[in-house]
């Protein structure tokens, strides 16, 4: 089945840094990649998507990028504010089902 | 826009009782995903329907069952509750059975604490 590793957390920065949040998954088939943000508090909001190989997902200045051969989807922001703290999942999508990664919290402190 | 509705929001039982979690689709979404969420876990698939037909199981245990109606609501029904019962429980919706590239859209959750 479907399986994704992502970055342990929980991941501590000051404000204006640059975050990288890595994961690799392992899907049957061709999946489709997804990065789920959750709010304290809050349900899961989808952050951003991409569905074949090269794509770049973006969203409120993140980005991701479908890497086929290296079976990854590395979550970037160039500029983290406080209000991007929350945790982080990833989710390969090969069936019907999504498969999250464990979660990585971030904290951004200003 | 209209969003994934769930209820109710909090639950508290006591153990060994029955709950029932009610899902309400996003409008003409066909397809409802049920997700449990552990105290600092991942969210974890429990089943799946489409047309009102289950699509996909997962690690959702015997005590619990699971139905989509004809207005495409679905309800976890969870009996003889046990104290690692205790979790979010989020519903999803999408369209499109099968299409992977479709977003799953998650309501707000019910917290369900087994006493």
């Known amino acids: 089945g479907d399986s994704v590793t992502q970055m342990e957390g929980p991941v501590t920065l000051s404000e204006e840094a640059f975050l990288t949040i890595n994961c690799t998954y392992t899907a049957t088939g061709y999946p489709s990649l997804f990065w789920y943000v959750q709010y304290p508090g809050e349900g899961l909001q989808l952050l951003l998507k991409a569905t074949k190989a090269d794509d770049k997902g973006s969203n409120k200045g993140f980005e991701a990028t479908y890497r086929k051969e290296t079976t990854s989807f590395h979550l970037e922001k160039g500029s983290v504010q406080v209000s991007d703290s929350a945790v982080y999942f990833c989710?390969?999508?090969?069936?019907?089902?999504?498969?999250f990664g464990k979660g990585t919290k971030l904290t951004v402190n200003p | 826009a209209a969003g994934v509705i769930q209820s109710p929001r909090h639950l508290i039982k006591e153990k060994r009782e029955t709950a029932t979690l009610k899902c309400y689709p996003i409008p003409r979404h066909d397809t409802v995903y049920w997700y449990q969420q552990g105290p600092g876990q991942d969210p974890q698939f429990l089943i799946s329907f489409y047309e009102k037909m289950q699509s996909d199981k997962g690690s959702i245990p015997d005590r619990f069952s699971a139905q989509q109606f004809s207005d495409y609501h679905s309800e976890l029904n969870m009996s003889s509750l046990e104290l690692g019962d205790s979790a979010l429980y989020f519903c999803?919706?999408?369209?499109?059975?099968?299409?992977?590239?479709?977003?799953?859209?998650f309501g707000p959750g019910t917290r369900l604490t087994v006493t």
């Open positions: 999803a919706s999408s369209e499109g059975q099968g299409a992977l590239t479709y977003e799953q859209y």
């Open positions: 989710a390969p999508r090969g069936s019907e089902k999504l498969v």
